[in-house]
């Protein structure tokens, strides 16, 4: 891991700007929760509650807390570079975080499609990148 590998931010106070930058693009509830190896977010927003899964390292060496550190901040990237490709209209909000939507049985998107995608990847029932040339089939 090399983004943030040296940062001297402490987690804590990532978490913090994790909550203020959610809140600020309108994120009206928020969580987390942390257990020896990985921690949990969750918000709601656009009317839909979203989870991100953070895993982290069991230990508490020195090098261990600065992987944890690190992480932290990359999850605090990847959800303003989310918020921020909704806010500028690249892409909807669902197609942003869709991966990360809770279904009602508590299980993200991603976990209901990834056993599916997977299989279909290993059957070779693919679509092709590109449609074949028009008149061809």
């Given at each position: 891991?090399?983004?943030?590998?040296?940062?001297?931010?402490?987690?804590?106070?990532?978490?913090?700007?994790?909550?203020r930058?959610?809140?600020?693009?309108?994120?009206?509830?928020?969580?987390?929760?942390?257990?020896?190896?990985?921690?949990?977010?969750?918000?709601?927003?656009?009317?839909?509650?979203?989870?991100?899964?953070?895993?982290?390292?069991?230990?508490?060496?020195?090098?261990?807390?600065?992987?944890?550190?690190?992480?932290?901040?990359?999850?605090?990237?990847?959800?303003?570079?989310?918020?921020?490709?909704?806010?500028?209209?690249?892409?909807?909000?669902?197609?942003?975080?869709?991966?990360h939507?809770?279904?009602?049985?508590?299980?993200?998107?991603?976990?209901?499609?990834?056993?599916?995608i997977?299989?279909?990847?290993?059957?070779?029932?693919?679509?092709?990148?590109?449609?074949?040339?028009?008149?061809?089939s």
């Amino acid at each position: 891991m090399t983004f943030a590998s040296k940062t001297k931010v402490p987690a804590e106070q990532t978490k913090t700007e994790i909550e203020r930058t959610l809140k600020r693009y309108g994120a009206a509830r928020f969580a987390y929760f942390t257990e020896p190896d990985r921690a949990i977010i969750v918000f709601e927003a656009h009317e839909r509650r979203l989870r991100f899964d953070l895993p982290l390292p069991a230990g508490e060496t020195d090098r261990e807390m600065q992987v944890v550190r690190a992480k932290w901040r990359a999850l605090l990237l990847c959800i303003k570079a989310k918020l921020e490709a909704v806010e500028s209209k690249i892409e909807t909000f669902e197609e942003a975080f869709l991966a990360h939507v809770v279904m009602p049985d508590g299980r993200t998107v991603a976990e209901h499609a990834q056993p599916r995608i997977a299989s279909a990847y290993e059957s070779g029932e693919v679509q092709a990148l590109l449609p074949p040339p028009k008149g061809k089939s």
